[in-house]
């Protein structure tokens, strides 16, 4: 069955090509607005199953079956969800309020299989502890890294590592998008052989 990845997030695309399997990318078209007392839990993982399903509807118009990935994450900080910056000053605003705290990023998973309709879905969460970080600091970052599109203004994979204290969790890929070591549990219980077969 062919395997796609509910996602136009290259993050995710980046996480998925290291397990070596053939996958194609699909745009999930939802509305990812929250739910009135809703957790943060539930939500990615509401968001995860709907984003797969609606790839699945596009396989299905086409008479097609596959294996379905979707994902969602969302960064909290004291309570409240982060967005992703978008600009300089809201990061800046972003990381001075992260200076010293802890943001926990909770990663809704589904893995769906068009074919049984058997959805497998599940909520990572890995937490970052930020150092106390100067105004300097905050700055000299962002004007190398630039990581306006990502929710807490940092890149873990990148240079945004120096900002930590530590980091806690079972599978750090899934502070980038993507749970892959849930993921190839997943994939094994539908079959899928990892690493593949040469």
């Known amino acids: 069955m062919k395997l796609i990845l509910g996602s136009t ?4 695309k980046q996480l ?3 397990l070596h399997l053939e996958f194609s990318c699909a745009a ?3 509305d990812e607005t929250p739910l009135a007392g809703e957790s943060i839990e539930n939500m990615v993982m509401r ?3 709907l984003k797969a ?3 699945a509807g596009q396989i299905k118009a086409r008479g097609e079956d596959a294996l379905i990935i979707g994902s969602d994450q969302s960064a909290v900080l004291n309570g409240r969800p982060l967005s992703k910056p978008g600009n300089f000053d809201n990061a800046v605003k972003q990381l001075t309020e992260a200076s010293g705290q802890r943001i926990v990023f909770q990663t809704g998973l589904c893995l769906l299989n068009t074919r049984t309709g058997r959805k497998q879905t599940l909520c990572e969460p890995y937490t970052v502890v930020f150092k ?8 000299r970052y962002l004007k190398i890294e ?3 599109n990502c929710a807490g203004s940092f890149k873990s994979e990148g240079l945004g590592i120096a900002l930590f204290e530590k980091m806690q969790g079972d599978d750090p890929n899934s502070l980038i998008g993507l749970p892959l070591i849930r993921l190839i549990k997943m994939l094994e219980n539908e079959a899928i052989e990892i690493p593949p077969a040469i």
């Open 9 to 12: 997030s290259p993050f995710r």
């Open 53 to 55: 399903e609606a790839v």
């Open 47 to 49: 968001l995860a199953k």
């Open 28 to 30: 999930p078209d939802i």
């Open 132 to 139: 106390k970080l100067s105004a300097q600091t905050i700055e």
């Open 16 to 18: 998925l090509e290291r």
């Open 146 to 148: 630039e990581p306006y």
